[in-house]
């Protein structure tokens, strides 16, 4: 294997395995299922349950 | 930091103003309801940074749905420093409703004059300055659209933000203004309470929240109630209250607005255009005219039929031998949409040319990584931008002009004798954009009934990302096939998505989710030019979206998919013709046989797996269909030249050629994958607006709904199964009728031995 050949291999698995972590990181934010603005006050946010009328 | 809250009646134009000061594209529409929750921004054109909160649009400040709570909630407990209350000069009265409930809260406040552009433009006025001093709080005429009068806006929110403002009301000369005073010195007493005024009135009007803060209250309104007794609302406080108010309202500002132009009929511009687009019996016929226009514009690769009715002679336009060879058709002209598709497809074969004589001294198994797998996955659907970007240019078009408004109310005739409103047609509206927004919006409905079947089919409204798969899929029926035209298929699966949902809502609302569909009242915005801002704000979202997708799901997935197919179960490196023998190829074949039923299962060659594994790769991001099979084509297509990333709809072609799969089957591919479980995104959305139960049934809904709907088409389209079909169905019926009248004779015989 040349240079490139293990660049392109360390490139995929970096695209891979970066592209997994942002997805669940974005979910552990909530975003996705939300409006991604402040959570506070949103009488939807699963975080308030008390606030839902 | 000081914090502006931008507050209206539905589509008064608070998102606009939002987006106009705080630089954000947040989605803007021309119907009532699009914001659903708060939004947040910067201005900074100010001494100091302000933070912009746009607040949902409501009529009232009463707490009856979920858009006037989190208005109410967010004014009464966040205490923004200004509210700007976004007012729409066109309908004045009735925005000014919600203007006298505002100005009883102790906050300071200051009345935007909204699309006073508009008035000017029907020929009508309104006097700023007397409305001003009659109602008592500072009012600046704007325009959020063109940006007319924002600054001015700005600077007087800015000063008015430093003074304290004690709430007022417009009910001094009420009939229950003594009982709202007492309330209030009540109130007031007790210390705990801010904003007096504002909760004395609403507790008057009875109001839910109120009854339950301050129950000891409550006999003191009741025994007001049992010596009074109007003419007309009796004892019902809140009609009082709100007669009051309208009394306030016509009797101070119907001399500050001069009406606009109207013919002898009292016809305005937009009333004249509505007789005909919203016409009983025109106006479904006119909107199916419309989307078809739409389609064969991005779609046709005959536009306007001048080929088929021989205007355009053979090889009129084919620029054959030129560099722009394919862009035009041959005897005929295509549509912009197909222009700007064949130019992007000829770039990215090019751009792959020179990345491959690039690596000419690498393996082989380098170069069919980055070409088939990193670009074959990645051009395939990237062609399709264009034609993604036109489409949603025209429906941004409909929708800024305010026709989408009216496509709802349209619709509403339908969908109504079906049990859902035109009201939850306005999400799945937004459903041909985002599913993940469009459930979002669902939030709206308050019935939870009409909310999950709402819910539940915005996936069957095709989505950007599920484009691709069907221009691809169609054009590679034309292409291989020679028969019909892409933007009629395309068309033709946009109404069977459209067709699915209705039939799925009857048969939820007559199976478990019985109970009428909630009144839908929604006021027709006037129709406008859309402005060219907008719409170039939505094609950059588009974009944007597009291009981070691109380069992150289906990229990753590409590689991965690339692997798994190039790979053994022993991880040795196969070459292109054994992909049979692949991860990939012992996965799909297992699931294979499920999909025999919807034709693209065990039927097909030995490379029908392909499909199967396309459907599921859609599962992460729909664009994933596409570009999984642009990933494989390349490799699996015997005398195919690998090492060639291949366009979206050559990729289609080259694996009906390998695996000989029909036209049916190809439908039925469509609409399998148009009806399932949507994206991850779309599904965690799904889950956090549904509950636990309701969402595992819905899971299992899209299955079941994409497992009939394309096992009807295959068996339809394939008259041996159709007369299987045939059969059994006449054999059931049979039985059914030999065994009731078996059964009757014997209830008979129970009833007279009663």
């Known amino acids: 294997m040349n240079i490139i050949e293990i660049l392109l291999i360390i490139a995929c698995a970096l695209i891979v395995i970066g592209t997994v972590i942002g997805a669940v990181i974005r979910k552990k934010k909530g975003r996705g299922g939300c409006c991604g603005a402040d959570c506070k006050s949103c009488t939807y946010c699963p975080k308030n349950n008390d606030k839902k009328l | ?754």
């Not at chain 2, 597009?546 to 022993?570: C, D, G, Y």
Request: proline share 4%; aromatic share 10%; glycine share 8%.
């Open chain 2, 1 to 754: 930091m000081l914090k502006f809250a931008l507050a209206g009646n539905p589509n008064s134009g608070k998102t606009t103003l939002f987006n106009n000061l705080t630089g954000s594209t947040a989605h803007v529409g021309n119907w009532p309801g699009v914001t659903v929750d708060k939004k947040e921004g910067t201005y900074k054109k100010c001494a100091e940074p302000i933070s912009i909160v746009d607040l949902p649009g409501i009529y009232s400040l009463s707490p009856y749905t979920p858009e006037e709570i989190i208005t109410r909630n967010f004014i009464l407990d966040e205490q923004p420093d200004c509210v700007i209350n976004i007012v729409d000069a066109t309908n004045l009265e009735r925005n000014l409703y919600l203007t006298t409930q505002i100005m009883e809260i102790d906050v300071p406040m200051i009345i935007a004059l909204n699309m006073i552009d508009e008035v000017k433009k029907s020929g009508a006025t309104i006097d700023g300055k007397t409305m001003e001093e009659k109602i008592g709080i500072p009012v600046v005429e704007i325009s959020a659209l063109k940006g007319i009068g924002i600054d001015l806006l700005m600077k007087r929110a800015y000063e008015v933000c430093k003074e304290k403002r004690k709430g007022t009301t417009v009910l001094k000369n009420s009939a229950l203004s003594h009982l709202i005073n007492d309330v209030k010195i009540a109130l007031s007493g007790s210390g705990k309470v801010d904003n007096p005024l504002f909760h004395a009135i609403k507790l008057v009007e009875m109001d839910v929240l109120e009854k339950e803060a301050h129950k000891e209250l409550i006999k003191l309104v009741d025994d007001f109630k049992e010596t009074f007794d109007d003419d007309v609302f009796g004892s019902d406080f809140e009609a009082v209250v709100a007669d009051s108010r309208y009394k306030y309202i016509s009797a101070n500002f119907s001399t500050v607005l001069t009406k606009p132009k109207s013919d002898d009929k009292g016809f305005t511009k937009s009333d004249k255009i509505d007789l005909i687009l919203t016409h009983k019996w025109w106006g479904i016929p006119i909107f199916l005219i419309i989307m078809f226009a739409v389609f064969h514009l991005t779609f046709s690769e005959d536009l306007f039929y001048l080929g088929t009715l021989g205007i355009i002679p053979d090889n009129f336009v084919s620029l054959k031998g030129t560099i722009f060879e394919g862009l035009l058709g041959s005897g005929a002209v295509n549509s912009p949409g197909v222009i700007l598709f064949n130019f992007l497809d000829s770039c990215t074969g090019a751009l792959n040319d020179i990345i491959v004589a690039a690596m000419e001294n690498n393996s082989q198994w380098a170069v069919s990584l980055v070409s088939d797998g990193i670009l074959g996955g990645i051009f395939s659907i990237l062609s399709f931008l264009p034609q993604i970007l036109i489409l949603f240019l025209f429906f941004s078009i409909l929708e800024d002009s305010g026709y989408m408004a009216r496509a709802a109310f349209i619709l509403d005739r339908i969908f109504r004798k079906f049990g859902l409103s035109g009201r939850a047609f306005l999400p799945m509206i937004m459903g041909f954009g985002c599913s993940v927004p469009a459930m979002i919006n669902t939030r709206t409905l308050a019935d939870e009934n009409e909310r999950t079947a709402t819910i539940r089919v915005i996936p069957f409204f095709s989505c950007g990302a599920k484009l691709p798969i069907l221009t691809a899929i169609a054009g590679g029926i034309v292409m291989q096939f020679g028969v019909g035209n892409a933007d009629v298929i395309t068309y033709s699966m946009y109404i069977l998505g459209i067709t699915v949902a209705v039939l799925s809502v009857m048969f939820m609302k007559n199976t478990t989710m019985k109970g009428d569909s909630s009144p839908f009242i929604m006021e027709l915005p006037a129709y406008h030019s859309p402005q060219f801002k907008n719409l170039m704000l939505h094609l950059w979202d588009k974009v944007k979206h597009f291009i981070k997708k691109a380069f992150t799901i289906i990229l990753a997935s590409s590689i991965v998919i690339w692997f798994i197919s190039h790979f053994s179960w022993n991880w040795e490196y196969l070459p292109e013709k054994q992909i049979n023998e692949s991860i990939l190829a012992g996965i799909g074949q297992l699931i294979q046989p499920i999909f025999t039923p919807l034709g693209f299962g065990s039927q097909l060659k030995s490379f029908g797996w392909v499909f199967v594994v396309a459907a599921i790769t859609g599962l992460i991001a729909k664009e994933n269909v596409i570009a999984t099979l642009g990933t494989l084509a390349a490799t699996i297509s015997s005398g195919f030249v690998a090492n060639e990333a291949l366009g979206g709809i050559d990729s289609v072609t080259q694996i009906i050629n390998a695996t000989e799969i029909t036209i049916p089957a190809l439908l039925a591919f469509i609409a399998f994958n148009m009806t399932t479980i949507p994206c991850f995104a779309a599904v965690a959305t799904a889950k956090a607006e549904l509950s636990k139960k309701r969402f595992n049934y819905t899971l299992l809904f899209w299955l079941a709904v994409s497992y009939i709907v394309g096992s009807v088409i295959y068996i339809t389209g394939s008259w041996w199964w159709s007369v299987f079909i045939f059969a059994v169905i006449a054999f059931v019926t049979v039985i059914g009728i030999v065994l009731k009248n078996r059964y009757k004779p014997a209830v008979k015989k129970q009833k007279e031995n009663n």
